[in-house]
């Protein structure tokens, strides 16, 4: 943009009259931040304009998009929202260039942009000056540059967009000499690897790794003369649901600081989403939070139906989405609760009346879509298969008598129980303002008593059309979080028992495609998945295969809070607590 | 009342322990015979959840899938795939891999001379079957496939990957009755167009024929 | 006992005599493998569901899911390895004692399934760690993952006493692979470093690449 116009056009540009020159212009709905003044603008928001809530943050590289040759290289995007007022997101982008990759961090303004910006200089190289603990996230000191960079190729780069031309008309796989897979054996190392050249193994020296530990809160306990230890839990560990670590300071078996390591099971995921053609995303999708495949597909599918603009879904397929939605959010929540009290020590008996119900729940999946986790079920413009009427008895059957019955029982056999009372009231307490601040989302936002709920505040989807509540607890602690997730289970079969009863007949799709015309531009869509907000942002340069495309995954910005809560409190705790803020970690490194 | 919760528990758990006992004595005889059946467990289960595979089997539903399959024509032992290649353009993993045939000119076949799927690769989304445009490639049922060996047993070539029509029309019954039905229709209405093009034609040759007669007609 | 469908491997054609000793023995060890408690991804919940009431792992003797390796048999690599990780996974191996046995569960434990061309994915376990048997699927649902143990079974009922490498003095331990600007596996530490060299002659990392793609049969 040359100077001069710039200079014209900032006069009737938005809060250029309070920070002048803050904003240098548009981008759609965007508004271009001038780096400098970034902070002081992020704060005039949030004190003033009441964007209170961080949602997303992600980077972008410029570098090969046709529609911005010319403008900076990295581009980090911010989308706010108000937790009072409700409604759609306010964007910021704020641009660098490729020699001087550096925007100040707005951690002291929204601490929930604490792993998202970790996540950008993790994978795309931009620094954060301000930033208290700026190091590598999801891959370790030392990886060989920044993955998510447009010129980074891997070790089994083939051609910047799928499909390849090598697989037809001439797909010889397996020759006579081949001694690996065919992908090794055309990788330089034999091996999925890329070391920098001249690579010399013998002078290798790993990088030191600090961890920002030991805030000194009690100092009262240095009488006791007990020594401060560092505990690794994880990453192999039963009771951090996967492959997840918590590095954590103790004075004797008090947490003096918890910093969570992530990273175990970073896939790849967005990388590989950018290979992809639109279609070919959603059964990745399904792989995201495992545990909930259709909210994921929901969220994705309908992120690239704001990209098409106006998309005609059929009634039927509207209402299938959501019994499909909800369902997940029953089954996502008993499952959720069960392995809570695994890790409290109710060794599996919980869990598995929660996995009885899930069994029944996952056979309706598996005969609407074909496959009981990977779901793979919804499509741009509709659903993939329609259901038979043997399904919808079957499935009323269960909504209408046997899930109400097992929450209830759960609920019956849990809550009361004093064990589990003394194990989570006051335990991991989060204050109303802190889970806005640490962008937390879903029953963790809501256990603190903020009634944010997406399906009410921003309603997608036909919503609107039903009648439930949002669900709220006032407590802040591990027991409230686990009194939300039983009411929402009722609140979401009370949902499924409107739903069921409304099916309307008809078509579920209109023509299947696998191509689709996407004009360029880009897309934010949030969902109230399971876990919390769900969002992906798509950025589109018209062809068959999205620009960028990144996940906003509720487990990741949950877990920006667990170290502030578990801080005080016993080690045994940490488990609960993280048990309680209910991650998966396939969604946290994606 | 400290403790009722705690008895609470206790009696939720003691009413499923006594309810196993209740099921497995009423299902004696039935639960413990060794001969394979397939079963469908009805919601109303109570007492023991059990599915003792491998003598007993869930009854899978129709649109299960794992792995791909590849059809051929039962009744002349044709393949049905023609190598048009859309299968391999929508595998989100690019696992499929197809050689197509060719004669010696280098005029393409629509036959595959080569089919190759690396399941090693394949994350079993169907979209090959959901796409492809001759009912070729199909989701197989048969999830007992697990192998000592990796490389290149898990790369199906053509030959593993082929099965007869009979054998989908039996895993997919109800797909299989609608396809059929579908391709009855489409075979009337192509037969019902060439009756017509036919007829259209016989009528043009005839107006023709008539026309040369008259012009014949004309020139004497 | 035998099996008519399976092949019968060299080692077991040498010894004509399956001794009595061995039955007793490989019955013994087949009929309690207790398997680890190690989840990656999203296998592991069908492990989950494996050992919960449904499918009920308990009937193969196979309930005691242990989280320490000390205490297990077979480790279920149930999910994608990734390079981070991979360190972690050869540890726990290496800490696990003989007789042991993997099962790679998934396409990605396999042969880096879905997510293979990802950066920081190891493309199958087996590059690090021997495994006895893979299972394909994404995921293998229960019933393959049952099936899957099964052929374990059969492979543990064709071992012999005196042909099994646990009795060697030699421990059959993989060093532990490094965390460098990339997984650096120790086995192959020379073998990297000449290729790196290569390559910093010839300045055409990618471009050989690309003639590679070319090619045609």
Known sequence: MAQAQSAVATESLPYNDVIPGAVVGRDGEALIVNREKLLELARYLRDHEGYDYLSSVTGVDNLTHPKRQGVERFEVVYHLYSTKRGGGPLVLKARAPEDDPEIPSVVSIWPGADFQEREIWDLFGVRFPGHPNLRRILLWEGFNGHPMRKDWKEAYYEEEHKPYSSRWPYGHYPREEYKYPWQEERAVYKDNLVFPKGFDPDRWQAPEVEYRLGQDIYRELEKLKTDRIIVNIGPQHPSTHGVFRMVVALEGETILGLEPEVGYLHRNHEKIGERNTYLMNIPYTDRLDYINSMSNNLGYVLAVEKLMG??????????????????????????AIGFLLNDLGAFFTPALYALEERELILDLFEAASGSRMMCNYMRPGGVAYDVSEEWVAQAKKLVFERLPRAVDELDYYLTENEILLARTKGVGYLSPEDAIAYSTSGPVLRGSGVPYDIRKVEPYCIYDRFDFDIVTEDGGDVYARYMVRIREARESLKILRQALKDLPGGPVIGKKKYTFRIPPGEAYQRIEAPKGELGFYLVSDGTANPYRYHVRSPSFINLTALGPMCVGHKVADSVGILGSIDIVLGEVDR | MVGKGILRGLTTTARHLLETYLDDVKKIPSRYAYDRHFIKQPLEEKGIFTIQYPEERRVLPERFRYVPMLLYDADTGEDRCTACGICAKVCPTQCIWIVREEDKTGKPLPRSQEFYIDISICMGCGFCAEFCPFDSIKMNHDYEIAVYNRYPDLVLSKDDLVVPTTYYAQLYPEAWAA????????????????KALAAKRAAKAKAAAKKKDEQKDAGK | MADEYLEVPPELSRNVFLTTLDTVYNWSRRSSLWPMMFGLACCAIEMIAVAA?????????????????????????????TKKMVPQIVRLYNQMPQPRYVVAMGACATGGGPFKEGYNVVSGVDKFIPVDVYIPGCPPTPEALLYGMMRLQEKIKRQSVKTVPWYRKERDDIPVPVLGPDILDLRRKEEIKKISAQLADSEKYLERLETKTTQKA
């Open chain 1, 310 to 335: 106006k998309v005609e879904v059929p009634e039927r397929a509207k209402y299938l989405r959501i019994i499909m939605a909800e369902l997940t959010r029953v089954l996502n929540h008993m499952f």
């Open chain 2, 179 to 194: 396809e059929e039905r579908a391709r009855e229709e489409e075979r009337k209405r192509k037969a019902a167009r060439e």
């Open chain 3, 53 to 81: 009431s449904r499918y009920d792992l308990a009937r193969f003797g196979m309930e005691v899911m242990r989280p320490s390796p000390r205490q297990a048999d077979v480790m279920i690599v149930s999910g994608t390895v």
